[in-house]
């Protein structure tokens, strides 16, 4: 069965810290995104990659950078948190080219910045 | 740029009745993706049913049906039958199907399912 993974569940960090949120995907899927979801304003994109090395920001990429080194594996990075990233982060994953397929999620990682 | 408009943020619905959840888009494109998840308390987000937007059949799974009014560029959600199970938040999703792949979500709309 498809799987993407994310390292933590919840995560608690202090401001100014640099923060990382892991996500493997086991589907060989060439595209990967990490989405911020805060109530009232839905799954905001933050940056998204297309292939190894390549990346693309979102709509809020302020504040965010990524990494992706291996196909599989696509890291969002905080270089220095903030309590405004208090937030769930969902991680996802599609097939592409290829034949459209869904995005599949990871469960979340709830990040607390104090 | 598209964008994905839900307009009710909280619905509720008593038990074994029937309920529709709304979403618009804008997008001048003419082949896209249409997406429905649901996100129960376990924040897992769970594909409900996709529509491809050159298929002018409306998608079906089980008691969950859309309305895809292309011209209109709206895609709502009817829920047959509810059940508790069903509370949830709902996301309706567009996905373009060449170039980049940018996936954009509505705000939600949280559902209640009244016993």
């Known amino acids: 069965d498809v799987k993407v993974t994310q390292s933590s569940r919840y995560l608690v960090k202090r401001t100014g810290e640099k923060v990382f949120l892991e996500c493997v995907q086991d589907?060989?899927?060439?595209?990967m995104f990490w989405y911020r979801q805060d109530p009232g304003l839905g799954l905001r994109l933050i940056y998204f990659?297309?292939?190894?090395?390549?990346?693309e920001k979102g709509d809020i990429p302020e504040g965010y950078s990524v990494s992706r080194e291996k196909k599989e594996r696509f890291s969002l990075i905080l270089e220095s948190a903030s309590t405004n990233q208090t937030s769930m982060y969902l991680c996802?994953?599609?097939?592409?080219?290829?034949?459209?397929?869904?995005?599949?999620f990871g469960n979340g990682t709830r990040l607390t910045v104090t | 740029a598209q964008t994905v408009t839900q307009s009710q943020p909280e619905m509720s619905v008593q038990e074994a009745e029937t309920v529709t959840l709304s979403c618009t888009y804008d997008t001048s494109e003419s082949d896209y993706y249409l997406f429905w998840y649901k996100q129960p308390p376990s924040r897992q987000m769970i594909l409900v049913i996709r529509q491809e937007a050159y298929k002018q059949q409306n998608a079906t799974e089980n008691r969950f049906s859309v309305n895809f009014q292309k011209a209109a560029k709206s895609f709502s959600l009817k829920i047959s039958d509810s059940q508790l199970g069903d509370a949830a938040m709902y996301f309706c999703?567009?996905?373009?199907?060449?170039?980049?792949?940018?996936?954009?979500f509505g705000k939600g709309t949280r559902l209640h399912i009244l016993p």
């Open positions: 999703a567009y996905r373009r199907t060449v170039t980049d792949d940018k996936i954009i």
């Open positions: 996802a994953s599609t097939m592409f080219p290829g034949p459209p397929s869904h995005p599949h």
């Open positions: 990659s297309y292939d190894v090395k390549m990346k």
């Open positions: 589907m060989d899927h060439e595209n």
